[in-house]
C-alpha cells in the first residue's frame, strides 16, 4: 500500500450558471461559497486537486476520516458488491449478514472482554445523541431514573446536532439555537480537583462522563492525573464512562484506540471518521456486556432509528477499511509517522519565528502559531495561514490559533518531509508578507519561493 498518485483526468468545473451559489457550505459564510481555492474537484491516494489548478498533499485526512488514502480499491470493491447485492437493507426490527459481520469486527477490535453489542448510526454527532439516549435509558432500567446528567469536557468537540451540540464543550451557537443543555454539565479537562467536587455534589445525578482522550479543537491530551481522578470517582460513584474515539479511533494515535492507553477500560465507546475510511456515512456505539444485558434482562426497545444506519455497503465498507488496516498493519505505520512527525514540529518550533509550541498526540497535532508582533494568530491568521500553505502545496487543517496537522496514516517519509516543507514555506510567506509571490509562483509553474527566517 503507496500513498498514491494523482491521475484524475481533465478539470470539470461543477458551477452552475447563475448568481447565487446553491450549494450551503458547511461552516462557512455565504461570501466564501464556492471559492475556486476551496473548491476540490478530486482526490487520490493523499493528494488534493483544487479548481483552481492547486494541487496539494491532503494534511487533514478529509475531515480527520480518511485514514488509508483517498480511492483504496479494496474499500471500493466492498462496497461496489455490497451496492450489487443488497444496495439497501434496513436494521428497523431485521438485520443483515453485513452488518453483523460488521459490528462483530468492531466488538474483537473494541474488546470481546468489555463490550457486547454496537449501534449503528450515521455520523458522529448522531451517534454522541444515541448514546445518550442510551445511558438514560440504561440507568432507567437499572432503577435510577434519576442519573440524568452527562457530564462533558470544556472546549470538546462532539458534533452539532440538538443533543451532541448540548454536549459540545465549546461555544457553537447553542445559545442561538436554543439547545437544551439541562442535563449537561461541562468541567476542564486540566482539573481534577474541580471534576472531582462536581462529583461530589452531583454523583447520584450523574449517568456518565463522556470524554475525548484527545479533545478534537486543539488536539489536547487528557492529563494522566485527570484520568486517575476520573476512575477513581467512577469506582466511587458508578457512572458509566464513555470515550468520544470519533476523531482519535482507528490508529489516529498510534494505537487502534486512544483509550487503550487509559488505566480501566471504558463502558462505551463512540466511533466515527476513519470507520469506514471517509467513504460511507457511518457511525458506531459500542456498548459493554453490563450495558447490553440490561436491555436484554428488560426486553427494552431503544427508541432511536435512523435510515441510513448500518446498511450494507456501509457495513461493508467497515469491514474491508478493517482489514486493509490489518493486512498493511496501517497502525503500525501510522505510530511511526506520528512519532517522526512530533520530531519535525519541534524542529520547526526551534528554527521558525511563526511557530511557537506543539502539541497532541501520533497522527492527531496542533502547532501554535504568532504573528511578527507576539501575539497568537487570529482565526483570520489562521486562515491566511491555510491558504498560504495551500499554496505552497500542502491543506491543512484549522485550529485555535494555529494549525491541525491530521495525515493520513499511509504517510511515506518523503510525504511527510513535503508536508513540513510546505507548512514551512507558507508560514514563512505570511511572516514576510509575500503570499503573493507564492500565489503567483505556484500559477506560473515555477518552484515557489523560499524566503530564511531566522527567529
Known amino acids: ?81 455490497a451496492m450489487l447485492d443488497a444496495s439497501y437493507l434496513t436494521l428497523f426490527r431485521r438485520s443483515h449478514p453485513w452488518a453483523l459481520e460488521a459490528a462483530r469486527t468492531l466488538v474483537e477490535l473494541c474488546g470481546a472482554d468489555t463490550f457486547g453489542r454496537v449501534l449503528f448510526s450515521t455520523s458522529g454527532s448522531a451517534a454522541n445523541d444515541a448514546m445518550m439516549k442510551i445511558v ?46 439541562r442535563f449537561v454539565r461541562h468541567v476542564g479537562h486540566t482539573d481534577p480537583a474541580a471534576l472531582r467536587r462536581l462529583v461530589t455534589g452531583a454523583g447520584a445525578q450523574i449517568g456518565a462522563v463522556v470524554v475525548e482522550p484527545v479533545l478534537g479543537t486543539g ?41 487503550q492507553a487509559w488505566p480501566a ?30 436491555f436484554d434482562e428488560a426486553d427494552a426497545v431503544l427508541a432511536h432509528g435512523e435510515t441510513n444506519a448500518g446498511t450494507p455497503p456501509t457495513c461493508a465498507a467497515i469491514t474491508a477499511t478493517v482489514a486493509q488496516m490489518r493486512q498493511h498493519d496501517v497502525v503500525a505505520r501510522g505510530a511511526a509517522l506520528g512519532e ?70 499511509i504517510y511515506t517519509d518523503d510525504d511527510l518531509a513535503e508536508l513540513l516543507d510546505c507548512v514551512e514555506r507558507g508560514l514563512t510567506a505570511v511572516w514576510t508578507g509575500r503570499v503573493d509571490q507564492l500565489r503567483a509562483a505556484r500559477h506560473s509553474g515555477h518552484a515557489t519561493p523560499g524566503v530564511m527566517v531566522a527567529r
Open 1 to 81: 500500500m503507496t500513498s498514491g498518485t494523482l491521475d484524475l483526468g481533465p478539470a470539470v468545473d461543477p458551477a452552475v450558471d447563475g448568481d447565487v451559489e446553491p450549494l450551503w457550505q458547511l461552516l462557512s459564510p455565504p461570501s466564501r461559497f464556492d471559492s475556486s481555492n476551496a473548491r476540490v474537484l478530486g482526490a487520490s491516494g493523499v493528494r488534493l486537486r483544487f479548481a483552481d489548478g492547486v494541487d496539494a498533499l491532503c494534511a487533514s485526512s478529509g475531515l480527520w476520516n480518511v485514514n488509508i488514502g483517498y480511492g483504496n480499491q479494496a474499500v471500493a470493491d466492498a462496497v461496489h458488491r
Open 136 to 181: 438514560r435509558h440504561y440507568w432507567a432500567l437499572r432503577g435510577q431514573p434519576g442519573r440524568r446528567l452527562v457530564v462533558g469536557l470544556r472546549d470538546s468537540y462532539h458534533g452539532l446536532t440538538y443533543g451532541s451540540s448540548a454536549l459540545t464543550g465549546e461555544d457553537l451557537a447553542q445559545d442561538l439555537y436554543l439547545v437544551d443543555r
Open 219 to 259: 488536539a489536547h491530551e487528557i492529563p494522566d492525573d485527570f484520568l486517575a481522578e476520573l476512575i477513581a470517582l467512577r469506582e466511587q460513584y458508578g457512572f458509566l464512562l464513555v470515550a468520544d474515539e470519533v476523531a482519535t479511533g482507528f490508529g489516529r494515535t498510534g494505537t487502534w484506540f486512544a483509550s
Open 265 to 294: 477500560t471504558p463502558d462505551v465507546m463512540v466511533l466515527s471518521k476513519g470507520l469506514t475510511n471517509g467513504t460511507c456515512a457511518g457511525s458506531a456505539v459500542v456498548v459493554s456486556h453490563e450495558i447490553r444485558a440490561a
Open 340 to 409: 517522526r512527525l512530533g520530531a519535525g514540529l519541534a524542529e520547526l518550533v526551534d528554527r521558525h519565528p511563526a511557530a511557537v509550541a506543539h502539541r497532541g498526540r501520533g497522527c492527531f497535532r496542533h502547532l501554535s502559531l504568532v504573528r511578527p508582533d507576539g501575539e497568537p494568530y487570529t482565526p483570520d491568521d489562521v486562515v491566511a495561514a491555510l491558504e498560504a500553505i495551500r499554496l505552497a502545496g500542502a491543506a491543512v487543517h484549522p485550529g485555535p490559533a494555529g494549525i491541525q496537522l491530521v495525515p493520513p496514516l
